[in-house]
């Protein structure tokens, strides 16, 4: 009886067992032919070009006027005159204040009387001198008159130059009692007022600068002496666009400026070098002070194969693109990008020049997809003609 239920067993397992292997085998064949049905993927595609390519490396940078002084006055006193206006050009000399000058006027009349009384002093004491030489030679008077007399005229020549001293000491504080500019360019605000008191090397009156042309200063680090010593050694012509400056409001200068300065040393605490630009400013667009970004040509510029950014695809941290093969497959490449333009990224490896790449359509992609093309290539209207 076990002999005969074990053999009923069998019988029912064999016919299941070969109607899976039946269904397990149209499905497969089904999944091929719908394989093999499966549409082409429609893409736009990009032809990958070599453009030349300028771009630049930013530091932060500050205005600065090449000649900048603080104006104190050298004598005391009050203010009695104002001669300029705030915030204007003023030129070398011009008149800037005038401090109460009456006493420096009659000291400097007391110096002049005080050399005249002394040159006249001067002149009698030289005509004793004289006489005395002449009667001593004929033994007609006392030795000791004579030797006065000389010592009459050393004193006389003595009181006149102490009296020129205070002559010039006179005529000088009274030139300082009126204030002019120490060179043309344009004057701040003042900060004393008709009737201020000012003391001498302590009372700012207002500062002068000269802005045109003018400074931009801007660090950079001590590896990259070498690189803007070259440039400076290159010379400078009018177009030169090797240093460009953005402005607050994030526009662009629009004159060039040329590298004037590399400072005498680098510095200890940062490892910085101090470089200035000059640029002209007949326009006043740049003041000392001002905070700008300036923008130096990188020496890598030049020709670059450039792929659109919207084509590249990020995974762990390699970038890929697909490039187009020639049976209409895609194929995963790995690019090596070197430098963000914005719409476009410089490659140095993994495309060249002619390839073709999948611009619009990569979500619907993997490495092997059939795909079908739509549209023109993009590669020239998007980078323009050579």
Sequence with gaps: MKIKKVNKIKLIIYPVIACMLVVLASSCKKNQQSGQMNPAVRVVPYTVGERSV???????????????????????????????????????????????????????????????????????????????????????????????????????KSQVKAAESGLLNAQTDYNYSLITAPFSGTIGFSQVKPGTFVVPGQTLLTTVSTDDPIGVDFYVNEKLMNTFLSIKNQGFVKTDSTFRILLPDNTQYQYSGMLSVLDRAVDRQTGTLRIRLVYPNAEGRLRPGMNCKVEVLNTNSGNRVLVPFKAVIEQMGEYFVYQIENNNMVKQVRVQPDLNLGEFIAVSAGVKPGDEIVLDGIQKLHNGSAVATSGQTAGSSLLGSK
């Design 54 to 156: 300028a771009y630049y490396d930013a530091y932060p940078g500050s205005v600065e006027a090449l000649n900048e002084v603080e104006i104190h006055s050298e004598v005391s006193g009050y203010i009695t005159g104002i001669f300029f206006k705030e915030g204007s050009k003023v030129a070398k000399g011009q008149k800037l204040y005038e401090i109460d000058r009456r006493k420096y006027q009659a000291a400097l009349d007391q110096a002049k009387a005080n050399v005249n009384i002394a040159q006249s002093n001067l002149d009698k004491a030289q005509r004793d001198a004289d006489r005395y030489t002449s009667l001593i030679q004929q033994n007609a008077v006392a030795r000791q008159v004579y030797d006065n007399a000389m010592t009459s005229l050393e004193d006389a």
